[in-house]
């Protein structure tokens, strides 16, 4: 058996008849100081491997999950690939490449720390789902902030397969994506970061990603998309929208045109409706109006203009307090008052018939106040999509 190590690739040649993993691990970690993005064991030399053997291989599984290494293992054979198997960590975990180009631009896509530029604020866009409309967001809310974005390819890889398994096709289908992608941050004049990450579930994996990369704010497109783009599962979207713990945009019926303007954006002033207003003022173009809902609930068994003091006195706290975030931004703003029987279905009522572009409904991430209210507006909007809507977890 000849070992032999250049650059980021450990060569094999000969016949493997017993477990030479200690042989091989000597020069992998010495690779791996320089390559910490990951190496490469290239097999086409190899000439036959035995059942012993393959425990060479399941030694190296052992070294990649205890130092979080990055080890791909190319060219070999079906034939030698199936005695590997034979050894049940092998059959399991072994990343495998069919050749050593394919491996290596695989571990290309590798960063051991997401890179972060040296703006205050980093936003995120996933391109997963209608991803087009969401860099188109996240451009508008970090337009005239001191922002960059972080734009992430989110590689689902089959729970069946290792995690640094090489897919070649679905890398070069994310970098055509990416490079779109790019481009479309670069008109704006944003910084623009571009990232690849491997994960078992978009939605999982862009939570680890932003908490990696300390990012402020995420937009996260939940429809379909094109039928070639990755997309995000909506329940996991939810969950992720409870867990998160920091701003996340779920953004859902998005016109077909991806960087159609918002004209007319309306927030209902419940959860977490001021940092909701901000929201909608970033999003809508120059000319635009946004409009927030307050309403005031009356019961049954009142006369629906009886009077209520107290809410009618919250309600011109509003008016004001939309009156100055508007100002803030130079955005059109109206407060309207409304009262209802139930704020859930007058809302939507409200909503359905505005003729609105854009909802956006904010909840913050403890359950108080009217927490639900504003959960259970946001859900029902999703569903039934009068208008383009983003349900915004708050900081």
């Known amino acids: 058996m000849i070992i032999e190590a250049r650059e980021d690739t450990i060569t094999l040649r000969g016949e493997i008849r017993s477990n030479i993993w200690p042989a091989i691990q000597a020069a992998a970690a010495l690779l791996l100081e320089n390559h910490p993005t990951g190496i490469i064991i290239d097999c086409s030399g190899l000439t036959s491997i035995t059942p012993k053997g393959a425990e060479t291989f399941a030694d190296a599984i052992k070294y990649i999950t205890s130092h979080n290494a990055r080890i791909i293992v190319a060219e070999l054979s079906e034939e030698l690939l199936e ?12 990343p495998v490449a069919a050749t050593v180009d394919e491996a290596r631009r695989a571990l290309s896509l590798v960063e051991v720390t997401p890179q972060r530029g040296k703006a205050r604020i980093a936003g995120v866009a996933p391109i997963v ?5 969401a860099v188109y967001f996240a451009d508008k809310l970090a337009v005239g902030e001191n922002c960059e974005i972080h734009l992430v390819d989110l590689i689902k890889v089959p729970r069946n397969l290792p995690l640094n398994t090489p897919l070649p096709e679905r890398e070069a289908a994310g970098q055509s994506r990416m490079e ?8 704006t004049g944003l910084k623009c970061f571009a990232h690849v990450e491997r994960v078992r579930s978009e939605c999982g994996g862009l939570l680890e990603f932003v908490r990696r990369l300390e990012a402020n704010f995420a937009v996260l497109s939940i429809d379909p998309g094109r039928k070639e783009d990755p997309r995000a599962d909506e329940s996991e979207a939810m969950a992720l929208q409870e867990t998160a713990d920091f701003e996340l945009s779920l953004v859902k019926g998005a016109p077909e045109q991806a960087d159609r303007p918002v004209m007319d954006a309306v927030v209902p002033a419940v959860g977490a409706w001021e940092h909701a207003v901000e929201h909608a003022c970033k999003l809508v173009s120059g000319g635009g109006l946004v409009t ?9 068994s009142e006369p629906i203009d009886a009077p209520k003091p107290d809410a ?12 100055r975030i508007g100002r803030r931004y130079s955005v059109r703003v109206q407060t309207t008052t409304e009262r209802v029987r139930d704020p859930i279905h007058g809302c939507l009522r409200l909503i359905g018939s505005g003729g609105f572009d854009l909802a956006v409904v904010g909840v913050r991430r403890e359950a108080a106040g009217d927490y639900h209210t504003a959960q259970t507006i946001a859900m029902e909007l999703l569903q039934e999509l009068p208008c383009e809507t983003v349900f915004l977890r708050a900081e």
């Not at 789902?129 to 409309?133: A, I, L, P, V």
């Not at 009618?312 to 009156?323: G, H, L, R």
């Open 129 to 133: 789902g209608n991803w087009r409309r």
């Open 312 to 323: 009618e006195a919250a309600a011109s706290d509003c008016a004001k307090e939309v009156a």
């Open 180 to 187: 779109e992608a790019k481009g479309l941050v670069r008109e």
């Open 83 to 94: 005695i590997g198997k034979t050894v049940p960590a092998v059959r399991a975990q072994l």
């Open 292 to 300: 927030v809902i307050y309403m005031i609930p009356v019961p049954r």
